[in-house]
């Protein structure tokens, strides 16, 4: 199983950037796929999931601003990210729990200035 992200990068407080993971070796479909975020001194943190049917689930202090979204052909998912705060900034990582394990993409830098 392989996720690679793409996306991120500097923008500042009130912009907006998108991600994305694409996942290899498995049967992308029937997972839930998820992002997660590690700022700098924090333990890492669930911000989104969507399970296979579709449904989004988002933690609280990005409910209304993040968006993640499935593309079953592209066997991608991404996470539009909108109203971006200073608390937003952290490395995010894709993440597949499937076959019993944990997998996880390398993580890709998003730094919100304000």
């Known amino acids: 199983v392989q996720l690679q992200a793409s996306g991120g990068g500097s923008v500042q407080a009130g912009g907006s950037v998108r991600l994305s993971c694409k996942a290899t070796?498995?049967?992308?479909?029937?997972?839930?796929l998820a992002w997660y975020r590690q700022a700098p001194g924090k333990e890492r943190e669930l911000v989104a999931n969507i399970t296979s049917s579709g449904q989004g689930n988002y933690e609280d202090s990005v409910q209304g601003r993040f968006t993640i979204s499935r593309d079953n052909a592209r066997r991608t998912v991404s996470l539009q990210m909108y109203s971006l705060k200073a608390e937003d900034t952290a490395v995010y990582y894709c993440?597949?729990?499937?076959?019993?394990?944990?997998?996880w993409g390398r993580g890709t830098q998003v730094t919100v200035s304000s």
């Open positions: 993440n597949v729990g499937a076959r019993g394990r944990q997998f």
């Open positions: 070796g498995i049967n992308f479909s029937i997972y839930t």
